[in-house]
């Protein structure tokens, strides 16, 4: 009878049961390992555990570079968006955040060269959204 209603049995089910009743953070929420406290776990720590298993996993190392330049690391997060954009070249949001860490860092021409290359990229896409608020920050950039 389990099998026709439930196929992995009634102690699936009741923990089935069990994980509905509970808050849909307390399910989702990633369990820490052993000897780790999840609440002191370093966001930068975290991102470079995933690079170190996949270098090549782009939405981790856009998040690096993001947390970075959140940080006020700079140097570090152009060093990360570089790696991102030479690893997946049509990762077109980070040619816009790349341009805008630059522009914080008083680099404007060469923000303007990475929103170029955004736009190009999201033109390939299709991303229309992504080339209009490029192209929007570009002429910002141009008439200052």
């Not at 970075?68 to 570089?82: I, P, V």
């Not at 805008?100 to 008083?106: D, K, N």
């Not at 299709?126 to 570009?138: F, K, R």
């Amino acid at each position: 009878m389990w099998r026709q209603i439930w196929p992995a049995g009634p102690a699936a089910w009741a923990q089935f049961q069990f994980r509905q009743s509970l808050p849909i953070s307390q399910i989702l929420a990633p369990q820490p390992r052993a000897g780790l406290d999840a609440s002191k776990m370093d966001k930068i720590e975290g991102l470079k555990e995933i690079l170190a298993v996949d270098p090549r996993n782009s939405f981790a190392r856009y998040g690096l570079a993001m947390e970075l330049a959140s940080r006020g690391d700079t140097a570090a997060a152009l060093a990360e968006f570089d790696t991102l954009l030479a690893n997946d070249p049509g990762y077109t949001q980070g040619y816009f955040m790349v341009a805008q860490t630059l522009v914080r860092a008083g680099r404007k021409p060469e923000a303007i060269e990475q929103l170029k290359a955004g736009m190009n990229c999201a033109t390939r896409d299709g991303n229309s959204h992504a080339v209009n608020e490029m192209q929007t920050m570009m002429e910002e950039l141009q008439q200052q």
